[in-house]
C-alpha cells in the first residue's frame, strides 16, 4: 500500500510525521428533572483535534520550515489530508519548532483543528474528467503535485495524456 503524503493546502510534506493523533470529543450533558432523574444528551462530535510530531530532513530543512511557517501564517481554512483518513477542512492552529535546530533536521510539532461548517461537510477528494483533460491540467486546478497524482492514479501513465471523458481521478 503506498502511503499519501501529508498535504494542507499548498504545502505538502516530504515525509509523513512520525506522530500523529486524533482527539475527538462528544458533546454530552446531563439533564436533570424534578424527580431527581438524569438524562444524558448528545449535543453531537465536537471537532477534532488532529497533533502530531516529526522531522523535516534534508540540506533544505530551514527552507521546508519557512514555507510551512508562511502556510501557517496565512490563516484560514484548507483541506488536511492525511494517511489513512478522509481528507477534511481544517485550520493550522499551531506549530512549535522543537529543541535545537541541527544542520539538515529540524524537529517540529503542529496542531490542526476541523472545521464543520455545514457548507463545507465533505472534501473533493475525485475528480470526474472532462474529454481532453490531463493530469497537469487537474494538478493546477486542485493544486495537487503531479507525482502525487501519478501515485494515486497508476493507470495514468503519463501526465500530459488526454483523457476520455468520465475518468474518475483520484485527488488524495
Known sequence: MTLVPMRFKNYEWRYNPEEISFECEKNIQE??????????QNLGRKNRLIKGKGQLCGEDCHE??????KVFEEGGVGVL?????????AVFEK????????????TYSFVFREVMEK????????YITKAGDCLWDISYAFNVRIETL????????????????GKVIKLC
Open 119 to 126: 457548507e463545507k461537510k465533505t472534501a473533493v477528494n475525485t
Open 31 to 40: 439533564l436533570n428533572s424534578p424527580k431527581n432523574t438524569a438524562y444524558i
Open 64 to 69: 521546508q520550515f519557512v514555507n510551512l511557517w
Open 81 to 89: 489530508a492525511l494517511p489513512f483518513i478522509k481528507p477534511v477542512y
Open 150 to 165: 501519478l501515485k494515486l492514479n497508476p493507470w495514468v501513465k503519463r501526465a500530459d495524456e488526454l483523457m476520455q471523458k
Open 95 to 106: 506549530l512549535t519548532v522543537i529543541g535545537e535546530p541541527v544542520p539538515d533536521m529540524l
